[in-house]
């Protein structure tokens, strides 16, 4: 398996990767959600929003790959305050359970430390039962919850990065 950072060319296998990942989540979180997110991504200003978020120094996108096939990806942004927040990370369902997504968190961590990074944060659903086994397994602590838009209740984690 290799980890990497993207470049421009390698923005249609993210998305598609993307893509994957949140079809799979049909089912899991409330359709409305995953529909608006798979929508919403299959969009061209979607594709021209990744374009420019792979040029921008303070964004995170990551790609892994097994026999150049994109599996997974982890997608965040380096923030003013001096910390790191992951927006998403995801496996396709033929590559989970296999270490992928645990790699590809490790290696978010790793870059984001690179880059003075005092802390990773994110928030998930807490349905989502295997992303937040990996969270905790990884030393992720819960600081409390938040609503995303679409009323679901999320909990909001965090890594000290410094440690």
Same mark, same amino acid.
């Not at 893509?19 to 359709?31: A, F, N, T, V």
């Not at 961590?109 to 992303?131: C, F, M, Q, Y």
């Given at each position: 398996?290799?980890?990497?950072?993207?470049?421009?060319?390698?923005?249609?296998?993210?998305?598609?990767?993307?893509?994957?990942?949140?079809?799979?989540?049909?089912?899991?979180?409330?359709?409305?959600?995953?529909?608006?997110?798979?929508? *919403? %991504?299959?969009?061209?200003? /979607?594709?021209?929003?990744?374009?420019?978020?792979? =040029?921008?120094? +303070?964004? &995170?996108?990551?790609?892994?790959?097994?026999?150049?096939?994109?599996?997974?990806?982890?997608?965040?942004?380096?923030?003013?305050?001096?910390?790191?927040?992951?927006?998403?990370?995801?496996?396709?369902?033929?590559?989970?359970?296999?270490?992928?997504? *645990? %790699?590809?968190?490790?290696? /978010?961590?790793?870059?984001?430390?690179?880059?003075? =990074?005092?802390? +990773?944060? &994110?928030?998930?659903?807490?349905?989502?039962?295997?992303?937040?086994?990996?969270?905790?397994?990884?030393?992720?602590?819960?600081?409390?919850?938040?609503?995303?838009?679409?009323?679901?209740?999320?909990?909001?984690?965090?890594?000290?990065?410094?440690?």
């Amino acid at each position: 398996m290799n980890i990497r950072l993207i470049n421009q060319e390698d923005v249609q296998d993210f998305i598609g990767c993307y893509l994957e990942i949140w079809r799979s989540l049909k089912g899991i979180l409330p359709d409305r959600y995953v529909d608006d997110q798979i929508k *919403r %991504a299959s969009s061209k200003e /979607f594709h021209l929003k990744m374009i420019n978020e792979v =040029s921008d120094p +303070v964004n &995170l996108l990551m790609l892994a790959t097994e026999r150049a096939e994109a599996v997974g990806v982890a997608w965040g942004s380096h923030r003013e305050d001096g910390s790191t927040w992951l927006t998403f990370l995801g496996v396709k369902p033929a590559h989970r359970r296999k270490g992928v997504g *645990r %790699a590809l968190l490790a290696r /978010f961590i790793e870059e984001s430390r690179s880059r003075g =990074s005092n802390k +990773v944060s &994110l928030d998930t659903d807490p349905r989502l039962i295997p992303a937040v086994r990996l969270y905790e397994s990884t030393g992720f602590v819960v600081e409390g919850t938040a609503e995303n838009p679409y009323g679901l209740q999320l909990v909001v984690y965090s890594l000290d990065t410094t440690i």
